[in-house]
């Protein structure tokens, strides 16, 4: 198979506000493609990118591993990032086996899913204050007023970070994520590399704390956690503590956004939610909905893959060196994999959507997720039955560029 090449703006601004239709069209006519400006061969359709997630040895999230950076062509690392850079070198995302394999295992015996659900009474609680807050106002913003404060809590709450650092996590993690986006500024590359500066400080702090003082709170767990004698070194613990509040963050604040604006854009799914919160539904149902939602407006559209071997997908060519870009949005939507792909099924058995990733990179965080924005849900539906869009005519403001695609700004009224 030739693959084609195509110019593909992936940060233009009608495309980030609605890539349905575009995803559409390329999934059908031209399923992989060279992008040359990025330098990436994409791919839109489930099969592919499920193919790719799950083979760990021809893909990767890294390469430096097995080609040096004149291999590949690369220039001196940039000393302006150097923190960041030094952040991605130390996670588990960022890693390849066997390092990855390692630093998985003992991060997964800290970050249990029974730690993640041993926090639903403080989500819950965290929910329930937030819409107090709201209940006597005219209108408020979905979006800085009960979906961002929420992930930020609940990571500090898991992690132990104090009350006096938890202000600064939320523009720490927004600089930090700049950098994943496909072209950014000089003064947005300075802004991340002091953000990961600033929290590394305050999280090596922290750690030393929690070694002369356990608690009971993730960082702790990271800090005593061992497995045949090894322990994590305290630049991975930092690094995966970061890698935490960053991927926390964004994908529950803009899966939770976006699906609560495709709720209300068809009234006839949030009255569904209405009425089984009305008949204390089991919060299953409330994650099974969030899963969906996921799914129908995925919140991290974009993840990268490295060739690590010449090999071949869906008929396509690839060779050692190159980077391919995975669609998540398009594969998502793709109606090889899913019925009625462009329509919201709130109670979709099965959903082997593709926003948590597959393979030996799936997110860690996942159980975290469904729990939270299942009681984020159940909680707005709950408490705001009658809840509406300020503005029904007006379309949702996507900000920002594709890769990290979300909502800027929801107005909506209560009653």
Known sequence: MKLPTLEFDLNAPAFVQNPYPTLAGLREQTPAFFEPTWNKVFFTRYEDISTILRDSRRFGRAITHILSRDELGWPAPDPRQAAFDAFQENHPLDNEPPRHTRLRSLVAKAFTPSRSEALR????????????????????????????????????????IPEELRPKLRPWSAAIVKLYELGYTEQQQRAANTAVLEFSAALRELAALRRRDPKDDLITALVQVEEAGDRLSEDELIATSILLLNAGHEASVNGLTGGVHALLRQREHWDT??????ADAPLEVFKAAAEELLRFDTPLPMFERWVLEDCEVGGVPLQRGQEVALLY?????????????DEIVLDRTPN?????????????????ARLELGVALRALVSGFPDLRLADESAPACYGGGFVIRGIERLEVVPR
């Open 121 to 160: 009474g403080r989500i819950e609680g965290l929910v329930n204050r937030s819409l107090d807050a709201l209940r006597e106002r005219e209108s408020f913003d979905l979006v800085r007023e009960y979906a961002e404060p929420l992930p930020v809590a609940v990571i500090a709450e898991l992690l132990g």
């Open 273 to 278: 939610l209405v009425r089984a919160a009305r």
């Open 329 to 341: 949005a398009s594969g998502n939507r793709d109606p090889r994999k899913f019925a009625r792909p």
């Open 352 to 368: 082997p959507h593709l926003t948590f990733g597959l393979g030996i990179h799936y997110c860690l965080g996942a159980p975290l």
